[in-house]
């Protein structure tokens, strides 16, 4: 959808059968040729490709990252934001959506999603690994971030469509900007939670 609304887009995923699944797809439209490319590589490979890049082409930098359902499987969450803040440009945004640490996102993503309705394998999911909006906003604004917004999200998995939701309780959308160097702390407004 991004390359479709003129971005250049690069897809990166550390699975190569991932990465050739979606080369595949990509193949398949014309339009996507010479704006979507695909990497089997880390973000964090990524990232010290970019730093050691960085004083000869500014280019290797983005305007914005979406990292969707993607941070409640990360190990290290402190090592995904210094990576983030390494590829993005200055007033880049990072884009998130992840499951909430709640009783009843544990309820719903695991034993309902999981166990009971089999929309993903067992076992895709660590209730231990997920994030709550407060936990993640913490980790991002002391790694250079300002969080602008935080929306809850529901998941209908009759109709199979996502709509925005009043409580994030469950699933949530957060955007933060790279923050410049010169920016003093506290010179910002706050983020809100539902």
Same mark, same amino acid.
């Given at each position: 959808? *991004?390359?479709?609304?003129?971005?250049?887009?690069?897809? #990166?995923d550390?699975v190569?059968d991932?990465?050739r699944?979606?080369?595949?797809? =990509?193949?398949? !439209?014309? !339009?996507l040729? !010479?704006r979507v =490319?695909?990497?089997? @590589?880390t973000?964090?490979e *990524?990232?010290?490709?970019? /730093?050691a /890049?960085?004083?000869?082409?500014?280019?290797?930098?983005? !305007? %914005? #990252?979406?990292?969707?359902?993607?941070v /409640?499987?990360?190990?290290?969450?402190?090592?995904?934001?210094? =990576? @983030?803040?390494h590829?993005?440009?200055?007033?880049?945004?990072?884009? #998130?959506?992840? $499951?909430?640490?709640?009783?009843? +996102?544990? %309820? *719903?993503a $695991?034993?309902?999603?999981e166990?009971?309705l089999? #929309?993903v394998?067992?076992?895709?999911?660590?209730?231990?690994?997920?994030? +709550?909006?407060?936990?993640?906003?913490?980790?991002?604004?002391?790694?250079?971030?300002?969080v602008? =917004?935080?929306?809850?999200?529901?998941?209908?998995? $009759?109709?199979? &469509?996502?709509?925005? %939701?009043? +409580?994030?309780?469950?699933?949530? &959308? *957060?955007? &933060?900007?790279?923050?410049?160097?010169?920016?003093?702390?506290?010179?910002?407004?706050?983020?809100?939670?539902?």
């Amino acid at each position: 959808p *991004l390359g479709r609304l003129g971005a250049s887009v690069l897809g #990166i995923d550390p699975v190569e059968d991932s990465i050739r699944i979606a080369q595949l797809h =990509s193949s398949h !439209d014309p !339009d996507l040729r !010479d704006r979507v =490319s695909y990497r089997a @590589c880390t973000l964090e490979e *990524l990232s010290g490709e970019g /730093e050691a /890049e960085q004083e000869e082409q500014t280019e290797t930098q983005f !305007d %914005a #990252i979406v990292a969707s359902e993607v941070v /409640e499987h990360l190990a290290d969450l402190e090592t995904f934001a210094i =990576s @983030c803040s390494h590829v993005l440009k200055q007033g880049g945004s990072l884009f #998130i959506t992840t $499951i909430n640490k709640t009783n009843l +996102s544990y %309820a *719903l993503a $695991i034993i309902v999603a999981e166990q009971l309705l089999h #929309i993903v394998p067992r076992g895709t999911h660590d209730w231990e690994k997920f994030v +709550s909006p407060v936990e993640l906003e913490r980790l991002l604004e002391s790694n250079g971030f300002l969080v602008q =917004s935080v929306q809850g999200m529901l998941y209908n998995p $009759i109709s199979g &469509a996502w709509s925005w %939701a009043n +409580s994030t309780a469950i699933n949530y &959308a *957060l955007h &933060a900007v790279k923050q410049d160097d010169e920016t003093p702390p506290g010179d910002h407004h706050e983020a809100t939670h539902s």
